[in-house]
């Protein structure tokens, strides 16, 4: 089946640091991806479209000048948390979606800030 | 826009079966899905709903009513591995609006 690399799986970096996060579709082309982020017992929150070739979309609330998104290829979409702060340590999700019914997501990566 | 309800907690017996309810309002239907996740880890696919009726997939079965904005995911014979959150969600249904919505997810714990 269709398989989402998602890395690094954790990363602990320093407050004002800058991370980035890869995702990638290992056997398919993704024009789309999604990139959720999950807080502790709380369900998984959707950041933004990732869409190849163009901007992404960012839901309401999410600062795109903070997490940045590139989606330059139909294989990898990354997410660049600037400037992180210890209130930006979550769990990051992306998902690609393969034809009408299919969503597969990566392994998820924990950042931690400190 | 899209609003998904499902239980926070639910807890079961092993062997038992249990029954998690999902209530779904959305702009359009594009089907609904179920997803199993454990802690710190992504979420795995169980099932896809588009038409009415129940789905059974192993000790894992899935109903739907469209009618009724209605889902439930029916977990047989539990095991202690089942203890994980199960997450209700529903694609966008606009042209283009493919994003996954979900709801907050149910807790269940197995137990012996």
């Known amino acids: 089946g269709a398989v989402v690399s998602q890395h690094p799986s954790r990363v602990i970096c320093k407050s004002g640091t800058s991370v980035k996060i890869e995702c990638r579709s290992l056997?398919?082309?993704?024009?789309?991806m999604f990139w959720y982020r999950q807080f502790p017992k709380k369900s998984l929150m959707l950041m933004a479209t990732?869409?190849?070739?163009?901007?992404?979309?960012?839901e309401q609330g999410v600062e795109k000048d903070k997490f940045l998104i590139n989606h330059a290829s139909l294989t990898l979409s990354t997410l660049t948390v600037t400037s992180a702060h210890p209130e930006d340590s979550s769990f990051y999700i992306c998902?690609?979606?393969?034809?009408?019914?299919?969503?597969?997501f990566g392994s998820g990566t924990r950042l931690t800030v400190v | 826009g899209q609003n998904i309800d499902q239980p926070t907690e639910m807890t079961a017996t092993e062997g038992a079966i249990v029954q998690i309810n999902c209530t779904y309002q959305?702009?359009?239907?594009?089907?609904l899905f179920w997803y199993q996740q454990h802690a710190g880890e992504a979420p795995t696919f169980l099932s896809y709903?588009?038409?009415?009726g129940l789905e059974e997939k192993g000790r894992f079965s899935s109903f739907l009513s469209r009618s009724k904005g209605y889902s439930y995911l029916l977990l047989k014979e539990l095991q202690m591995k089942d203890s994980a959150s199960y997450l209700c969600?529903?694609?966008?249904?606009?042209?283009?609006?493919?994003?996954?919505?979900f709801g907050k997810g149910t807790k269940l714990s197995v137990i012996p």
């Open positions: 709903n588009v038409l009415d």
């Open positions: 959305t702009s359009g239907f594009n089907g």
């Open positions: 990732s869409n190849e070739g163009s901007k992404a979309t960012y």
């Open positions: 998902s690609a979606r393969e034809g009408a019914q299919g969503y597969t």
């Open positions: 056997d398919f082309q993704a024009t789309t």
């Open positions: 969600a529903a694609p966008g249904a606009g042209a283009g609006s493919y994003q996954l919505t």
